[in-house]
Each structure stands twice: as C-alpha cells, then as structure tokens.
C-alpha cells in the first residue's frame, strides 16, 4: 500500500511541476511578443513602405503593363544594429488601357522578407526572398507571421491597389474606369 501512495505523490510532484514549467514557457512567450512590439516601435519607418513598394515593383517579372500599382502588409520586424527585417504580404498588379478602360492584366501577390539597410537616414533593400509556396512561408516567416500570411484573406489589399489606380488616372486627368481581374 505504501508504495501505490508513494507512487501516487510522485505522479501529482511530476504533474504539477510539468504545469508549472508550462506557466513559465508560457511567460518567457510572452515576453519575447512584448519586448518584439517594443522593438518594432522603436524602428524608424520613415520611407520604409516607399523603398519597399518601389523595390518590388521594380524587381517583380510579370506581363508589361502601363503602370503597376503594389500594396503590403507588414506582419512584424526584427531590427539588428542599423538592418531591419521585415516580414510582409504583398500584392501586385499591373494595368493597362483597354477598351476605354484602365484594366488589371497581370499580378500576383505572396509573402516576403525584406532585409533594409538604413543609410543617412534612408532605407535601401539588401536582401529580398519571396515564398513561392505555403511550405516557404512558414521557412522564411516565424511562426507567428507564417500563420497569419497564410490564413488571412487579403482583400484589402486589392481594395488599397484599386484605390491608388483611380487616384493616379485622376492625376493624370484621365477618365477611364479601373476594371479587375473580376471585372468590376
């Protein structure tokens, strides 16, 4: 009997100290998304979306288009001395003028790192890889970021693109229609 009781507490000792040291990982978790905020809002983004908005226009292959329009989100960043990686999703689309109207004809969107280097005060891209699969998200992205890459919709995105097309046509005095890949 004595040793069914004594194997019994040393269950329960096992036990709660299992639960225990799950607080405490769960605790340095926190901590680390805690001190991460901090760090990103300690990250200069003057210029950041501009350098980054440019860069993949400029460095994406797709159809020729008139002009081509990108939008992103950024998931998070990791700063290191004067370098910023930044994890983000980005679409891309390209329009030309067809039939009286200002039409989507190529595009694509995916998750990208970006590694920005700031030099007299301004951001330039020194390193860009894109994911070309679910599996390469969640290689280039930690986990957090990956999960939400992969698992929100990106509407806005489109939206955002779409908006910036009518207001470049109006800059242009232009009186097209801006058409998308669904015909609206």
Not at 17 to 35: L, W
Not at 151 to 177: C, F, P, R, V
């Amino acid at each position: 009997m004595n040793k069914s009781i004594m194997i019994t507490v040393l269950l329960a000792i096992t036990l709660l100290s299992g639960c225990s040291n799950n607080k405490s990982i769960n605790n340095e978790q926190t901590n680390t998304q805690s001190q991460l905020k901090e760090q990103e809002d300690s990250i200069d983004k003057s210029n950041m979306d501009e350098v980054i908005s440019e860069y993949i226009i400029t460095h994406t292959k797709y159809k020729p288009t008139t002009k081509q329009f990108e939008a992103h989100k950024i998931y998070g960043m990791n700063k290191q001395e004067n370098k910023v990686e930044v994890y983000l999703y980005s679409a891309l689309i390209g329009y030309s003028f067809v039939d009286d109207n200002f039409k989507a004809e190529a595009g694509g969107n995916t998750a990208i790192l970006i590694e920005l280097l700031k030099e007299n005060g301004k951001y330039k891209v020194i390193k860009f890889k894109q994911a070309l699969d679910d599996d390469s998200v969640k290689e280039l992205f930690p986990k957090e970021y990956a999960e939400k890459a992969l698992n929100e919709q990106h509407t806005d995105l489109y939206e955002s693109i779409k908006k910036q097309a009518e207001s470049w046509l109006e800059m242009k005095g232009k009186t097209e229609k801006v058409v998308d890949f669904s015909g609206n």
